[in-house]
């Protein structure tokens, strides 16, 4: 196990560096000068001069190889510089929207799978009957809603008809109702489906059948059974869900205001705030691989097996 963790952990160095080279080149290829915008923000008057002055300061001058290597090393010390628009240190900035990013979406993960979870696996057992029938129609409904139409219709109705809870803002629980139940029902819908098909795969195996044909309850056939088998494909998918909502949900974030990682991330691609872009999307990688492996780990912890013929190829 401790192998196959380290292998994956060595495997992850070149795919960070690949992501700073593609996120350094595609910056400097966008059109648009940073040192302008930033004067423009703060109010000055952009003169050749100070265009010229600014770009000295920040290392804009210099050939690109030379500025992605002093970067590469700045953020090798975690020192990802400070904001082109507000002149604060960047990671300092962005740890403050991950956590509004972060309260969001772990809001939003535990209230799609609470939902998900029981409709899913009862709509499996009752396939084809009406409660199945109701699941499915709610599920295309709520996936064929974008969200943010949906975040729109629950602030017409929750906040400016009944006035039960706020339209934008952060800071207490009235202020994440709304958020959330824009994130979670649309999520919410797409892991009944997935639930659903995953444990109707399940259902269709030999050993389900070999099961029934024991006499065991249909109850324990589920519980006992096929959640264990199935329980690697959904786990590695609320995974994935989860990295891309400490991301920041960008549409979502905006309707409501919430100071995300994701509005944080918008609003520094339109203003061309370099060090901002490069550390976001930086950290957004370091959560896809380290949730990916946290959750292959889970997944192997659960399925012997899975862990066994994991363990042998990784060696």
């Known amino acids: 196990m401790l192998g196959y963790v380290l292998k994956r952990l060595l495997h992850f160095i070149p795919v960070l560096l690949g992501v700073t080279v593609l996120v350094f080149a595609l910056l400097r290829l966008a059109p648009g000068d940073a040192a302008r915008l930033r004067l423009v923000a703060r109010g000055f008057d952009p003169s050749p001069e100070a265009l010229r002055e600014l770009r000295e300061t920040l290392g804009l001058n210099r050939p690109l190889g030379e500025q992605y290597l002093r970067w590469l090393g700045d953020i090798g010390r975690l020192d990802f510089g400070r904001s082109v628009v507000t002149g604060k240190p960047v990671l300092t900035e962005y740890l403050l929207h991950l956590k509004a990013s972060g309260a969001l979406g772990f809001s939003a993960l535990l209230f799609s799978a609470g939902i998900a979870f029981p409709a899913g696996v009862f709509s499996a057992m009752f396939k084809g009957r009406a409660f199945d029938a109701l699941c499915r129609a709610a599920a295309i409904t709520f996936l064929s ?22 339209s ?16 979670g029902l649309g999520s919410a819908a797409q892991y009944t489906r997935f639930i659903r098909s995953v444990l109707l795969e399940e259902f269709s195996k030999d050993y389900i059948r070999a099961a029934r044909a024991r006499g065991i309850k249909p109850v324990a056939l589920v519980w006992g059974l096929a959640l264990k088998n199935a329980a690697a494909p959904v786990l590695t998918t609320l995974g994935m869900h989860l990295a891309l909502l400490l991301g920041g949900s960008a549409v979502v974030e905006k309707v409501f205001s919430w100071p995300g990682a994701g509005k944080y991330l918008i609003d520094a691609i339109l203003q061309r705030d370099y060090p901002v872009v490069q550390c976001v999307v930086i950290c957004l990688a370091c959560f896809f691989a380290g949730i ?6 889970l997944c192997m912890l659960i399925d012997p097996q899975l862990r066994h013929s994991t363990v042998k190829k990784a060696l």
Request: proline share 7%.
């Open 145 to 166: 809603i974008p969200s943010f139409c949906l975040g729109l219709f629950f602030i017409l109705f929750f906040s400016v008809t009944l006035g039960w809870f706020p």
């Open 168 to 183: 934008f803002g952060f800071g207490s629980f009235r202020h994440l109702v709304l958020p959330v139940l824009t994130l």
């Open 292 to 297: 990916n492996l946290l959750t292959d780990i």
